[in-house]
């Protein structure tokens, strides 16, 4: 492990592994470095993979207030880390991240990203208004279960008695122990709406990528995101669903960062 620091002075922890040009991972809700470890695993044959905690997860710092900004410029501080420009993958809320990053100028030659939860269409879910201020008082009253259980109707759009059937589940401390973060992603995914005028300012070459086997509407947004983009392209992974499994998504990722660039 080693550590970068952040504008504001946040320790940023992250694993570096692999030989090639650099890409950094943003992993999502729920996420630390852990989730993005097999991926890293799969494609540090053929890159620099930079994979971090983002902050205030696993080994990273928390330095308060928390603002979207602080995370952007954590992505910027491992883009200079990793010499200056690099390729970027951000998996759901992370995914959303990293087009902010995109769009407020950061150094990405490349960027991939896997199922950004966002909503298009008329009649689509939309979170409560203020969804982050109530994760941030139940946080800090100590009720981080609930937390968990209002993130994850309202915002993932789990069904509350699929959500109910979870809370005894062996990994819900964990959930619990990274209450506090689902503030910062909820402040990061917003009202879950396309930020087409914001898309228009990220020059980077994008694949969106979805799975086939995720709710319709993963499918619409994807397609609607590449859209959006100045240089934007859409693929589905065939049999797949919301997580990461490598095997299928790290060839498509290769094959994505290895290509040469349009004229």
Sequence with gaps: MRTVLSADGTKIAFDQAGQGPPVILVVGAFNDRSTGAPLAKAMESQLTVLNYDRRGRGASGDTQPYAVEREVDDLDALIRE????????????????ALEGAARGLNITKLALYEAPFMVGDGVRRPPKDVAGQL????????????????????????????????????????????????????????????????????????????????????????????????????????????????????????????????
Aim: proline letters at 7%; hydrophobic letters at 50%.
């Design 136 to 263: 941030a008082k139940l946080v800090a009253s100590g009720r981080r279960g609930e937390a968990v259980e209002l993130f994850q109707t309202k915002l993932v759009g789990i069904p509350e008695q699929v959500v109910a059937q979870l809370r005894h589940a062996p990994f819900r401390p964990a959930l619990e122990a990274m209450a506090h973060t689902l503030v910062y992603d909820a402040s990061i995914v917003g009202d879950l709406e396309l930020p087409t005028a914001q898309l228009r300012s990220v020059r980077a070459p994008t694949l969106v990528v979805y799975g086939s086997d995720s709710p319709a509407f993963m499918g619409s947004a994807a397609k609607a995101l590449a859209k959006a983009l100045p240089d934007g392209h859409v693929r589905a992974l065939d049999g797949q669903s919301h997580d990461i499994v490598p095997t299928a998504l790290a060839p498509v990722l290769l094959e994505f960062f290895a290509a040469t660039p349009h004229a």
């Design 82 to 97: 990793a010499g200056g420009a690099a390729h970027v993958f951000g998996y759901s809320s992370g995914a959303t991240l």
